[in-house]
């Protein structure tokens, strides 16, 4: 089920979830959006969750890979997100 995609309910709720307080974090998923909104599973989906989670300042740092996830944020699938939200444009 986690490779199934997101259906376009969940999409919409995710990316709303997404919105950020600071533009940098904004612009890394927008940009992570616009790459694979159409191809986006449930576990990819639940790896970005994880991250929103997170505190503004804890997220950029993390997406300019001046930390690593680490403790409970250190799962497969968030490393998978993270790396797609780290590539340039």
């Given at each position: 089920?986690?490779?199934?995609l997101l259906?376009?309910r969940?999409l919409?709720?995710?990316?709303?979830r997404?919105?950020r307080?600071?533009?940098?974090?904004?612009l890394?998923v927008e940009?992570?959006?616009?790459?694979?909104?159409?191809?986006?599973?449930v576990?990819?989906?639940q790896?970005l969750?994880?991250l929103?989670?997170l505190?503004d300042?804890?997220?950029?740092?993390?997406?300019l890979?001046?930390?690593e996830?680490?403790?409970e944020l250190d799962?497969?699938?968030?490393?998978?997100?993270?790396?797609?939200?780290?590539?340039?444009a």
């Amino acid at each position: 089920m986690d490779t199934a995609l997101l259906d376009e309910r969940a999409l919409s709720k995710l990316r709303w979830r997404c919105r950020r307080g600071l533009l940098e974090n904004d612009l890394f998923v927008e940009r992570f959006f616009a790459r694979h909104e159409s191809t986006l599973t449930v576990r990819q989906a639940q790896g970005l969750q994880a991250l929103m989670d997170l505190s503004d300042n804890d997220l950029l740092d993390l997406l300019l890979a001046r930390k690593e996830p680490d403790g409970e944020l250190d799962r497969p699938e968030v490393r998978e997100v993270l790396r797609s939200m780290r590539q340039p444009a």
